[in-house]
């Protein structure tokens, strides 16, 4: 049965435009907690193993703490892209010390002043990748009614 082009129309332009947003927003998650997730294995293979313990430690401390102070504040503020592209940030440090860190076996305090910052910013930046922000940005609002989608 045929469907009404007045009804079908105005969905499907919407549909794919939210479809597309999941699709770049969910890519753009992959690639970045895969580099994340690769560097992290490797370190905790290369490193000293307490010092891998307590970087992964403060950063899922830091994540669980922040998750309830910071969960909402940060979409509410910047608005969902430039809360997501801020979140993204402290991954690419945290890379990025973390090859620094793998650079310089014997520096053990270096290490630490590198990884345990990073650990921290990276906890924090959790908060900005939560469901609450995909649902944002997919218009698919629920008790964030009030989040700008800038």
């Given at each position: ?12 332009p919407a549909r794919r435009k939210y479809l597309a947003r999941v699709v770049v927003l969910s890519m753009g998650f992959l690639l970045i907690f895969s580099a ?115």
């Open positions: 049965m045929p469907q009404s082009s007045s009804s079908g129309s105005a969905a499907g994340f997730s690769t560097i992290q294995t490797l370190m905790s293979t290369v490193l000293d193993t307490q010092l891998a313990f307590w970087t992964l430690s403060i950063l899922y401390l830091s994540f669980g703490i922040s998750n309830f102070a910071l969960a909402g504040l940060t979409v509410e503020l910047l608005g969902v892209r430039y809360a997501l592209v801020l979140g993204a940030l402290p991954y690419i440090l945290m890379d990025v010390a973390y090859v620094i860190a793998i650079d310089s076996p014997d520096q053990l305090s270096l290490q630490y002043k590198l990884l345990i910052p990073a650990a921290v910013l990276v906890g924090i930046a959790l908060t900005s990748s939560d469901r609450d922000n995909l649902c944002v940005k997919t218009g698919q609002r629920g008790k964030q009614g009030s989040a700008q989608e800038s």
